[in-house]
């Protein structure tokens, strides 16, 4: 159903919400065309967000926090802000090319009072391009630390609620806290917004604001990307809310994930919970969803080199290097920066060190873990597990295996400034990085470029000018930055024994080895910043929205399972009078019709048509202008036997190889395909591949074989159809058949059998009979029509004839056609077809006036 819904999505995926105030008072309205003030509190008319000719593109960046330091003055009472220079939005600013204006949308990591909420606005707007979203207290701990933190955080790490003590059960009023917080986001952005400007929207707290900026802005450049793992369809598949934040993450334009595995996971989601396919074009993967292309960008996200070195150069991080050196002076220095949280693994990376100093004595006293925590990110019972087994584990390895000047294990459970970690990087000889799951990980990044040192760091290490440096890694295998660091060694966190050797085997590695794993580690990173990840996914994100103004927009769906349907301008809903109008102007017409789909439902159990379908057939057949034709990939006997009661229907079946003008008049068979030898080839494989997919099966037809997979394991019937299409098209390469894929299909056919082939064998057939048709009407709703539809457009037509035909290629439901017209449903159809059938002028001799035309076609044959 199409409309402009004017209800609220936020009402409608809430049902009751709670209430609460907004912002005082919006921020300034934005100019978007010369001298024109939008109101960004209207509705979208469906004009608002047409191309702007009197600014330059900004950037409008949206996260849960700005990138910001704010501090109250508890004397004076005055705030002060400041950027943080570790927030990965900031960096990113770097890879923007040619300067735009970089606009900030987010939340402060503090709480203001409602009345400063306006002068805090105003002042972040000025002075640092930022625009804070002020979300109420009671909202804001439902969605970041309820729905987020306690829900899809977890989830999305692959734990699932089994028990209460270990998850929280889905709740409703959370998720509406989830929405209304992404309304708000929302509602920001729309203040800031101007059409030719980009979004690009940051990680999972953000999930459904997608479709609150499509709903608003039709033509929203958009781009989303996810900074924590997207888990297996068995996983997400668990989540109340799964389709609508599939749906919501699909009116993006482009969708970035760290890693393929991410990027995997989704499509697969989008496959098995609505049915949507993926296919790579040009090496960009791309997911057609009702018109829009959205585009995959898999790439991990970058550190910043600058921030880093500048760090190394810092007269700090010297003065600790050498503190460090004499600390652990004759010491070999493991490393491990971790957040404290159950999923970073610091306990399983514990007792690899508690095995390793148990079956290597030689290594005590030597060698030393210095385990950095930095502050948990939200609190709760499995924060504070995780935190009482790190403690218990660290003081058991430290008790059995240290000694006075010696702790094998040294615990840094508190702030450590930037300097300070970049110190400890430098001087370790190994990184360990053991998650069970986590997104990406940028520690091992940072380890390699501290490693690799500047001129003041080598100085104060001691380290003679122009000398290799050497980086050791461990690294678990469930991290997102493990693909991106093919030295490493990868190791499966849960196997104690596994990280323990791989421990020993990093440390021990010959300096040859460690400089060339370094080397190639640091090129990498070197090359692959934060800057080139920014400028990758903008470029990315401009080739996805180039065809924006291309296409005609419609709103389709309401509340969160909103989305556009994106089509050429010329695609329109075909209206009856305009149609009858042509209709009655005629003296020949040509009708083709497909049948299912379009003349019954594909839901329909009952495929036989209905007495309402025969009755409006006979009715169009009755008019001795009108040709009517049905053409279907179905077999002729079972549409002879279901139009027996329509004497003067034409009848195409499986795809045309067999025709019959009338029901008087015999069945004829195509000269395109006499030899079926190759069906001896082809369903032997067919066979083979029927047994090894459950759920599959062949349908044997005349002179086709069909073979189905829509029962099976859609990615294994995906997968298995792949493999079937290239392995029939290689035995059937010197034989004249076309194997080809549909929807869940693969049909392997003569060649040149296609609808198209039928209207155009009919329409030749009228104009060389010297009754050319000025009419000419084909429906169809599948890929297989949209030849019909192709060839009636295509089919050349006198010059001589007083003026060209109208000509209505009307598809079934709105979706990308190569007809010009739509209609919803086969109600549509048939309402329209009774229309055409009223509107016909029947006389007493229609019928012997039809059968001489018949006859005279056919000696034309």
């Not at 953000?206 to 499509?214: E, H, I, S």
């Amino acid at each position: 159903m199409v409309s402009r819904s004017c209800i609220s999505l936020l009402d409608l995926a809430s049902g009751n919400m709670m209430n609460f105030s907004q912002s005082p008072r919006s921020l300034p309205k934005i100019m978007t065309f010369p001298g024109i003030i939008s109101d960004v509190d209207g509705t979208n008319d469906g004009n608002s967000d047409s191309p702007s000719t009197g600014n330059c593109a900004k950037m409008i960046v949206v996260s849960n926090f700005l990138p910001l330091n704010a501090k109250k003055d508890l004397n004076s009472g005055k705030w002060s802000f400041s950027f943080d220079e570790d927030s990965l939005l900031l960096q990113m600013k770097d890879g923007f090319s040619a300067n735009p204006e970089v606009v900030y949308v987010g939340s402060l990591r503090v709480e203001v009072d409602s009345s400063e909420q306006e002068e805090v606005s105003q002042k972040l707007l000025e002075e640092f391009n930022c625009v804070p979203t002020f979300i109420p207290p009671d909202i804001y701990k439902k969605f970041y630390h309820g729905f987020c933190k306690h829900h899809l955080w977890p989830l999305f790490h692959y734990m699932l609620p089994l028990c209460p003590d270990h998850g929280n059960r889905f709740d409703r009023l959370l998720w509406q806290a989830y929405v209304s917080t992404n309304k708000i986001f929302a509602d920001k952005v729309m203040e800031v917004y101007n059409p030719e400007d980009y979004v690009w929207v940051h990680d999972y707290h953000l999930m459904v604001l997608p479709t609150f900026l499509r709903k608003r802005f039709n033509r929203i450049k958009l781009g989303f990307f996810l900074h924590s793992p997207f888990p297996s369809s068995e996983i997400y598949r668990t989540l109340l809310v799964r389709d609508e934040i599939l749906k919501a993450l699909l009116n993006a334009d482009l969708i970035g994930f760290h890693t393929f595995d991410y990027a995997r996971h989704f499509l697969t989601c989008c496959s098995r919970m609505l049915g949507l396919n993926y296919e790579s074009k040009r090496g960009h993967i791309g997911l057609e969803y009702f018109g829009r292309t959205v585009y995959i960008k898999i790439l991990p996200v970058g550190i910043h080199m600058g921030r880093v070195e500048s760090a190394l150069n810092h007269p700090s991080s010297s003065i600790k290097v050498k503190e460090i050196q004499e600390q652990f002076k004759g010491k070999r220095l493991v490393i491990g920066v971790d957040d404290m949280d159950m999923f970073k693994g610091i306990s399983l990376k514990l007792l690899a060190v508690e095995h390793l100093l148990l079956q290597n004595s030689e290594l005590r006293g030597k060698l030393v873990l210095v385990q950095i925590v930095n502050p948990a990110r939200s609190s709760g019972k499995d924060v504070q597990e995780a935190k009482m087994e790190t403690y218990s584990i660290t003081k058991r390895i430290n008790d059995t295996f240290g000694f006075p000047g010696y702790e094998p294990v040294v615990l840094i459970d508190r702030h450590v400034p930037f300097c300070e970690k970049t110190a400890y990087y430098a001087l370790a000889e190994c990184c360990i990085v053991n998650p069970v799951r986590d997104g990406m990980n940028l520690i091992p990044y940072k380890y390699i470029v501290c490693r690799q040192g500047t001129p003041k760091m080598d100085e104060a290490l001691g380290v003679v000018s122009g000398s290799r440096h050497t980086s050791t890694l461990v690294v678990s295998e469930f991290t997102g930055c493990s693909p991106s660091l093919s030295g490493a060694i990868r190791v499966n966190p849960w196997d104690i024994e596994a990280v323990a050797n791989a421990v020993i085997a990093a440390i021990d590695m010959p300096d040859l080895e460690k400089q060339l794993r370094h080397e190639k580690h640091y090129c990498y990173v070197s090359s692959h910043d934060v800057a080139y990840w920014a400028r990758s996914f903008i470029q990315d994100l401009e080739r996805a929205c180039k065809d924006h103004y291309s296409k005609r927009c419609w709103d389709i769906g309401f509340g969160l399972n909103f989305r556009i349907l994106s089509l050429s301008p010329s695609f329109r809903k075909l209206s009856n009078d305009h149609i009858i109008s042509a209709y009655k102007r005629t003296s020949k017409r040509a009708i083709f019709l497909d049948y299912d789909g379009t003349m019954v439902p594909h839901t329909s159990i009952a495929k036989n048509p209905t007495p309402e379908v025969i009755s409006v057939l006979n009715n169009l057949c009755a008019d001795p202008m009108n040709s009517v034709f049905i053409v279907s990939g179905r077999g002729k006997e079972s549409l002879s036997d279901w139009f027996v009661q329509c004497e003067n229907l034409g009848i195409a079946a499986e795809h045309g190889y067999f025709l019959r003008w009338s029901g008087m008049s015999d069945w004829e068979t195509s000269s395109l395909a006499v030899d079926f030898d190759w069906k001896n080839i082809a369903e032997p494989v067919m066979k083979s591949y029927t047994e090894a997919t459950d759920g599959s099966y062949i349908e044997a037809k005349e002179i086709a074989l069909v073979w189905h997979h829509q029962d099976a394991d859609p990615d294994f019937g995906s997968c298995q159809a792949k493999e079937l299409l290239d392995h029939l098209e290689n035995v059937l390469a010197n034989d004249p058949v076309a194997v080809k894929r549909g929807q869940n299909i693969v049909e392997v056919k003569p060649q040149g059998v296609t609808k198209g082939f039928v209207t155009e064998k009919v329409l030749s057939k009228m104009i060389a009979s010297g009754k050319p048709p000025g009419f000419v009407l084909c429906i169809g709703d599948d890929r297989s029509d949209e030849d019909m539809f192709e060839s009636i457009s295509n089919t050349p037509y006198s010059p001589s004839l007083p003026s060209a035909p109208a000509i209505f290629a009307c598809t079934v439901g709105q979706k990308p056609s190569k007809a010009r017209y739509y209609l919803d449903d086969t109600v549509d159809v048939l309402a329209l077809l009774q229309c055409l059938a009223d509107a016909s002028s029947s006389n007493s001799s229609s019928t012997e006036t039809r059968v001489s035309f018949d006859n005279d076609v056919r000696k034309d044959l």
